[in-house]
């Protein structure tokens, strides 16, 4: 179990399952860069925030609902988290509201801008919300939900043993990595030139020159070795 002053924020996970060097220039180094994708995200998590609270009969939402995780490390906040009415049929899974009659099943929704990705950070952030609140609750979060701008609809996701699995790996790799307070390497990827941070990081020139540095240690290394047998 973690303490308070030990947790991280669960976006660091989104950041690290993308890239370990991106999370480093973000959470280590303080280092942030806008491009037009960044702001349209920002835009959209905003409206998220600012829409009235919505209540029906069978569902209520709460915005900016405040997650932690003393078993994980983590904390942070979600987009919205959805509380739909369980049927009298199936009474597993639900919790109580306050003031409220019944059980209520929750889902978090997080809203993103653009496509769904190729590759499962998205997925990773929002399963981490579904286990903050699990751990809060005590409630099964079965499911969860990405918003994404460009198409304007919504994805399930499917908490299964092997996305909690991953999440949870990734938690424990993002412990590891801000105990070591060390910015990972730089390396090259196509998925680079859509990264904000792309100027301040580099990837191709810091990577080539990685590889540089490499090649003449061993050559010193080599150089070194050959005097001493002589």
Not at 14 to 33: A, P, V
Not at 80 to 92: N, Q, R, S
Not at 176 to 184: F, G, H, I, M
Request: proline share 3%; with cysteine.
């Amino acid at each position: 179990m973690f303490s308070e002053d030990d947790l991280l924020p669960v976006s660091a996970l989104q950041h690290l399952s993308f890239c370990e060097r991106q999370w480093g220039l973000i959470h280590l180094e303080g280092i942030w860069g806008e491009n037009r994708l960044t702001v349209e995200g920002r835009h959209l998590h905003d409206r998220a925030h600012e829409d009235e609270t919505e209540v029906r009969r069978d569902l209520r939402k709460a915005r900016g609902l405040r997650l932690r995780s003393l078993r994980l490390g983590l904390s942070g906040k979600a987009d919205v988290v959805e509380f739909h009415l369980v049927k009298e049929a199936d009474k597993t899974g639900g919790m109580r509201l306050e003031g409220v009659a019944g059980l209520w099943r929750p889902v978090p929704v997080e809203y993103k801008r653009g496509k769904p990705k190729l590759d499962a950070c998205d997925e990773v952030q929002i399963c981490a919300q579904a286990l903050c609140i699990e751990e809060m609750t005590g409630a099964q979060v079965q499911n969860g939900m990405l918003f994404y701008g460009t198409p304007r609809r919504r994805y399930d996701v499917l908490f299964d043993t092997g996305l909690k699995g991953k999440t949870e790996a990734l938690c424990v790799r993002l412990h590891e990595l801000t105990k070591a307070r060390k910015t990972p390497a730089a390396k090259y990827e196509k998925k680079c030139e859509s990264c904000s941070l792309i100027d301040f990081c580099m990837p191709k020139t810091v990577g080539k020159r990685t590889k540089v540095e490499r090649y003449i240690m061993a050559a010193i290394s080599d150089t070194a070795d050959a005097e001493g047998a002589e």
